[in-house]
Structures are given as structure tokens and as C-alpha cells.
């Protein structure tokens, strides 16, 4: 590491961080180094590591192996009350603040040797006059905008006067307008020899905000990169990976020459929460034998769109979701699934199954309309033993392992789970599927097998909403493309006129008109 | 620090000796405690575990005790099981028993049989319809179940107690509170064993809770709203994913659990009172509450698991007679008995851990 500059040695280093979780290697020897006085990026996609990285610095996790080195001298940050002893200070994507009391009050609860509610107001007074943090210490949290919110967990982490403050994804829950004002504030943290580590995946705001941008992907550092001297287009390689994998993509046209079998137009969802995604006027239709890949970073609307798609969430008007010329909008699940419909949410435990069920039961949840008989009475008593065939030959036609022939869900590893859901869909012939983060932590072998089945199934005519952030998979599987971002679909176009850099630039939130060229025409309604 | 993991394949030695271990556990601290506090060991246990069954009609008589416990149970089960907490069967016990009573004194002189199905049938309508008032509040303005049917079992005490003083009072009672006995047609008559004759105060109510119990275990695994309730309970989002109502779901374990209450109120009374008084439960709704956690909320061991607290809740009262031992201090061994009981069945399917932060090396 670069020791030898003079007033910029590094407040921070990190050696061959390495951390995994069972099977799965979340952080891969990571080094990395930040100077005092720095706003230094940690920049990657979902999934990169950034989360599990900045966890171990602010001791929420230890390493399996590796090493800290803090102002020139190895130490090891056992607890997060250890890291803001040491001038590190955290402010998490989700807040946790309670809204019944006030801010001082809140501040209190947070500070390891809290003063006198009155002498603490006073200091929150002059620490938000100086730092251009607006906030009244005794107004109650609750009545406070999400960005003030944020100001409040930024005046607690200012308190404890940090030599390091570690933003993650701060923007995430703030307007614009309220980002710029974030980064103002940053900027003179930064000025005043506070150093900043901001963890994000937005390029436009690491380019505009940050000296240097250390890169994850895959839990290894890809590379760091001097945003001033780069481009949002080179930082997207970096993110997403060079080597996507094109052999296996899909000539567009002939697929669009099918006929339409979905088609969604206009559909808007209103955020439930301070954390949802509205979704805003999405549009867009699926052929018949076309697997529509949806690209976009997750948290920008995909679980909403999925619930909305699923029927889990029914839309305000029937006519905004058409299957085969139905108006299908205000359908249950169920009923969809009756129209051969299918879907695989991207959770797994829980959601797509229930992890404390066997696996005969859990096929009988998304089958028990096929094989209870005609008639109230019938239907009434259907139970889950008449599935028990099926859920045989998903095992056998999907290769899903098991310790034993009816284990519950949670005995399967990740992939075979995955395999099994896929499964259950697979055997009920669907003219259109629904999958979101169809290989999301699954295995190679498994996700190889979750592709080709997907591409197979596409052959024979069904129509396919792949949702995904993996660009390697939406690349070599999609006939056409549309990206997410913040509740916004772009248009479909063609998979074939798009690379990897237009899509990673669509995802970071980049203006699509500068960035992309091409011609919309194929992608757009007829 | 200390951390519950779950095991991942649970031996099926230890679920067999698990209670075995737990009512060792519970007869060694039980002797010790017994001792200190200057009783006779030996003879409190026996009171407790041997008493209970030294004789035919003290086992019929735990039979039933047990009855009323047992249907109740079988009812909690199903809300438990969907994640619904309905700690009011007691309310709906008493509406039940009310409302059957009320039913049966308007016709003092009948001999017809239809009066005792008519009574459950009233009884069963009335403990849903109690139940009912907590699933609109949950299910209209998502008010808390647990403080809704908790609040509406005072309320439905100090209803049968009005009742009980006013319109429904015999006016032959010089003045005690009572209603007039049922009819004969509305009483549930004792039941003969066949050789042995008519033992303690068996009767033919008993019955319900051993045919209704094969029938809620057929009821949750065989039919699909059981199916339902399990996977709401287990997995809310997975079951709104398989196009499951949670909130029809929440309304209908409400309204069974209320009726299978109710209908407890009403043997209850037919069986054993015969009439109408202030106080007709004696707390059955609330430790039936503790009857389906034993149980595991499996209906089948809710029958096993009845018996065993309706053991204690006798072996207690004869501890008292026999000995002189202080409520509290038999209140504290059936606690002692549950808390290992419990125990027990947690660590089948948990292992202790204790954790010590790792340091970063």
C-alpha cells in the first residue's frame, strides 16, 4: 500500500479480508485503503460483498481471516460500540429511530455516555448549525421526513466527533434535491479531515461526489479507479464484469412476430412503505416463445412488480394486466395459476415455500386447485398426500437431491430447493412464466440446469418475464430487454442491439437518451 | 451469550424420553421443595402422580376434569396454528354455556330429544359468535386479538353473573343466585361403564372430546382449509403466494375455536351443574391455552395432554385435602411439572449454544 505520501497515509487499511457464509464466500481477500480526509466509494451490484465488507469495519461481523489496520496499528473490531471507540461511525441504510420520542432523546438512547437531555439539545443545536443539518432537537421523530430522519441518524453518528463515517446506500430513501444537500454536507465533513466511506451503486453520484471508487464484484476488489479520471462507462464494466456471455443470445424479430400472450400497460402501485418502490406507469407485453428479461438493481420496484404480476397485490383495474385477450388484473393467484400462469418469486424460504413443510406439501400449495376433484366438498377435502406422485417426478425430472424421499423444504440446499420450485411450475406446462432471481445464490451445476430449462420451456411457446440483476443471465437468456429503476420501465428493445454498458448505465440510473443510441422502434407497443 | 439453534434432525429417542426425563426432573426438584418446606416427600408426589389413578373413578373423574380442557384445546389449536391468539375461550366457554342454558330454561317441561342437539347447537353459535366480535375488530381495524377476546372473557363473566341475578333467576331460590335446574331433556346423563356400572361422574359428554379429537387431527391434515391454516401460520407470504386469505383464515379459526368453547360450556353445565350460576369455568378457557402448547398443537396429543393437566389440576386439590399443602405451593409444582414439560419439548428440537464473540484475527 501507498504509505509513502507525505499528509495522505492511509487512515484505514484492510489485508486479505476474507469472509464466508456456509459454502458461500462473501468477501474474497479483500484490500482496500482509505486516506483521511477522503470520500472514497465502495462501489459494486447487489451481492457484491460492499454490505458484508463494511459490516466487519464497523464490527458487526469478524472476519474469518484478514487483517485491520487503523492509523498504522493492527487492530481487531470486535463489537460496533469497540468501532465508534475508535472514531468509526455508521449510518445504516434503515434507520432505527423511534418515532414516539424526540431527536435529542433518540440521540441519547444511541451515544454510549449520553449527557443531560438539556445539554445535549444544546450540543445537537450547534452541531446542526455547523454542519448545515437542520433538525429540531425536540420536534419527535415521528413527525419527520425520511431525509430529516437520516439527518438525525447523521447528527448521532456526528456526535461522537468520527474520524471515519461510513454511509450505506444513503441516497437510497432521498429526493434528489435532498441528496445534493447530503452531499454538501459530506463534502465538508470530508474538508474538515473527517473521512467518508460511501457505499453505493449509483454511478452518477460516485462520479460526482467521491475522490476514489473501490470496486466489488463478486467479493473481490475488482480494481479502484480515480472517478475524476474515469467514466461512468468504465466504472459500469468494472461493476457488472467484462465476460458476459453471449453465446446463447437470442436473435430478436422472429420472436416478436409471435403473438402477444401478456401484456401489462399503465400500471402504477403507490409505495406501502418509507422502503417500497412505486412503481410508475409500467407497460410492456411478452410474445409468445420470448423470455422478456428485466435487468435493474434490487429495491427499484422488482418485488412490487413481481407481487403485481403474481396477483399477490391486485391491480386497481382489470384490463392493466391481459393474458390471451382476459383482463386478468383483479385475478387471485390462484386464478392465474389456473389460466397456466406460473411464478417463482426470488424468495425462496417463506415465500415460494414453506421452509417448515415437506416437499409434498409444497407442492400441493401452488397445485392443490389441479388435483382436488370437481365441487365444494371435494375441493374442501383436498390435502396434500394427492400430490405425492407429482412431487416424485419433479424430483426425479429435476435432479433435486434429498436426504430422503419427502424431506421438508428447509433440508434442501439453496439450489435443489430452487430446482424443486422451478420444478413444480415446470410440470404443469405454463403458456406464461413468471421468474424473478431465478439462480439467486444457487449453485453453478443448478443454476446451468434453471437456465436451460428457461430457454427449453421458451422453445415451446411459453412466454417468459425474466426478472433479474444478474446481467450475465438476463444477456444470455432474453430475446428482448427493459430495465428497472426506481418504479421506471424502459422500453424493451432488442437484446441483440444492447450490450452490457448500455444496460449497466440504464441501471445506475443514467439519462437513457444520452447513453443509448439505438432505435426503440422493435421494443415498443405495437 | 446463550442461543436456541434448531436441530437439524431431531432423534427420535429423544422425543420419546423427553417427558420421561422432564417428570424425573420435576419429581426431584418437587421432593426437594417438598422437604424444605417441611412436608412429606413421598406422600405429596404420590397425592400428585399416584392418587389421580389409585382407583376407577378417580381415573373417570380425571377423564372429566380433562373433557372440557380437551375440546377446548382442540379449537386453540387451529387459531395457534394460523398464528391467531385467542386467549378468550374462556369468554367463549362461558357464552356458550349461557346461551345453551338460557335456550333450555325457556322450555321448563319439554321432554323432547331434540332439546340437547338444539343446545349444542345454540351453544356452538354462540362461542363463534363471541369469538366473531375479536375477528371483525382483527380482521375490519387490525385490533389486537390477544387484548380483544382476553377483555371480552371478563366481559362475558360479568354477563352470566347479571343473567344469572336477573332474568334468568329462580325465583324459587330464596334469593341465591341460580337459574332453575334444566329440563331432563337438557341434561347429559352419567355413563355406565359396561361390567363395571356407573363410575364417579363419567358421563356421556366425555365422549365428544375423544371422537372430536381424531376429527380436528382429520380436520388439519386432510382437508385443505387445515392446510391453510398451517401455512398461513407458518408462512404468511407463501400462503397469500398459493392465493390463501389470511383474512378469511383469521375468521374462521376464530369463529371454530369459539364454537368448539362454547360447546365445551354447555357439557360443562349439562353434565355437572345442571343449572346456572355466577361462576360455571373455574378457568378451563385459560389453562386449555396451556393444554394446546403441550400438545404441541398437534389435536391428537391434546387428549394426552389434558389427561396430564387435569392430573395435576387433581393431584393439586388432593395435595390440599390429604396434606395441608397450601395452594401456592401446589401451584408452584404444577408449574415446575409444565416448565420441564416445555423444556423438554423445546430442546428436542433446539440445542443450547453458547456463543462467544469471535474476535477478529
Known sequence: ?526 | MIKLTPRTNPSPWLSLLSPVIAIAATLIIGALIFTVLGYNAGESLYQFFISPLSRLDRISDLVVKACPLIIIALGLVFCYRANIWNIGAEGQFILGALAAGAFALQFPDTTSPLLLPMMILVAMAAGAAWAAIAAICKTLFNANEILVTLMLSYVAALLIDVMVRGPLRDPMAFGFPLTPMYPDAGLISRMPIPGVGYLGQLHYGVLAAFILAPIAWWLMHRTLPGFQVRVIGSAPRAGRFAGFSSVRTTIGVLLFSGAMAGLAGMIEVSANIGQLQPNVSFGYGFTAIIVAFLARLNPLGVIAAGLLIAMAELGGDNAQIALGIPKVVTGLFKGILLFFLLAGATLQHYKIEWTTRKAGS
Not at chain 1, 98 to 124: C, Q, T, W
Not at chain 1, 288 to 295: P, R
Open chain 1, 1 to 526: 500500500m501507498a504509505q509513502t505520501k507525505t499528509d495522505k497515509s492511509p487512515l484505514l487499511e484492510a489485508h486479505g479480508i476474507t469472509k464466508s457464509f456456509g459454502d458461500f464466500i462473501a468477501n474474497d481477500a479483500v484490500n482496500f485503503a482509505i486516506e483521511k480526509g477522503a470520500i472514497h466509494a465502495l462501489l459494486g451490484e447487489n451481492g457484491a460483498g460492499k454490505s458484508t465488507f463494511v459490516k466487519m469495519l464497523y464490527g458487526v461481523l469478524s472476519p474469518d481471516q484478514g487483517q485491520f489496520i487503523w492509523d498504522g496499528q493492527a487492530v481487531s473490531i470486535t463489537s460496533p460500540k469497540a468501532a465508534r471507540a475508535m472514531g468509526i461511525a455508521m449510518v445504516f441504510q434503515h434507520f432505527s429511530l423511534f418515532p414516539a420520542l424526540s431527536v435529542a432523546e433518540n440521540i441519547a438512547l444511541a451515544l454510549d455516555d449520553a449527557p443531560s437531555l438539556n445539554d445535549l439539545s444544546g450540543r445537537i443545536r450547534e452541531a446542526s448549525s455547523r454542519w448545515g443539518l437542520a433538525i429540531d432537537p425536540d420536534r419527535p421523530v415521528g413527525d419527520l421526513s425520511v431525509g430529516e430522519q437520516q439527518r438525525v441518524e447523521i447528527l448521532r453518528c456526528l456526535l461522537q466527533d468520527p474520524k471515519l463515517l461510513i454511509m450505506d446506500e444513503p441516497t437510497s430513501v432521498l429526493t434528489p434535491q435532498e441528496s445534493e444537500r447530503l452531499f454538501d454536507v459530506l463534502r465538508l465533513l470530508a474538508k474538515e479531515g473527517c473521512a467518508v466511506l460511501y457505499i453505493s451503486h449509483k454511478l452518477d453520484e460516485v462520479m460526482a461526489l467521491t475522490s476514489k471508487a473501490t470496486i466489488l464484484r463478486g467479493g473481490k476488489n475488482v480494481g479502484e479507479v480515480t472517478p475524476a479520471k474515469s467514466s461512468t462507462r468504465a466504472m459500469a464494466e468494472m461493476m457488472v464484469g467484462k465476460e458476459v456471455d453471449w453465446i446463447e443470445r437470442q436473435t430478436s424479430g422472429a420472436k416478436t412476430k409471435a403473438p402477444v400472450v401478456f401484456a401489462v400497460s399503465d400500471l402504477s402501485r403507490p409505495a406501502d412503505s418509507a422502503f417500497a418502490t412505486a412503481l410508475n406507469a409500467i407497460s410492456f407485453d411478452v410474445h409468445e416463445g420470448e423470455i422478456l428479461g428485466i435487468a435493474g438493481i434490487s429495491g427499484n420496484g422488482q418485488d412490487e412488480l413481481t407481487e403485481a404480476l403474481t396477483g399477490e397485490w391486485l391491480c386497481p383495474r382489470s384490463d392493466q394486466i391481459r393474458f390471451q385477450d382476459q383482463a386478468i388484473g383483479r385475478f387471485t393467484p390462484q386464478a392465474r395459476r389456473r389460466l397456466a400462469i406460473e411464478m417463482v418469486p426470488e424468495e425462496r424460504n417463506g415465500h415460494a415455500a414453506v421452509t417448515e413443510m415437506t416437499l409434498v406439501e409444497n407442492t400441493f400449495l401452488t397445485h392443490f386447485d389441479r388435483v382436488t376433484g370437481e365441487g365444494w366438498l371435494n375441493t374442501m377435502r383436498g390435502h396434500p398426500a394427492l400430490c405425492e406422485d407429482t412431487t416424485a417426478s419433479i424430483i426425479k425430472d429435476h435432479d433435486v437431491r434429498t436426504p430422503h424421499h419427502n424431506p421438508m423444504a428447509r433440508q434442501l440446499s439453496g439450489g435443489n430447493l430452487q430446482k424443486f420450485i422451478m420444478g413444480r411450475s415446470l410440470i404443469t406446462a405454463p403458456r406464461l412464466m413468471i421468474v424473478a432471481q431465478p439462480t439467486w445464490g444457487v449453485d453453478v451445476g443448478a443454476a446451468t440446469m434453471i437456465r436451460r430449462n428457461l430457454l427449453a420451456l421458451a422453445a415451446q411457446g411459453c412466454g417468459i418475464i425474466l426478472i433479474s440483476q444478474d446481467l450475465e443471465e438476463i444477456f444470455s437468456l432474453s430475446t428482448r430487454i427493459a430495465v428497472l429503476n426506481a418504479g421506471h420501465l424502459s422500453p424493451p428493445q432488442a437484446a441483440i442491439d444492447l450490450t452490457a454498458e448500455d444496460v449497466g448505465l440504464l441501471m445506475g440510473g443514467a439519462q437513457s437518451s444520452s447513453s443509448l443510441q439505438h432505435p426503440a422502434s422493435e421494443g415498443e407497443r405495437a
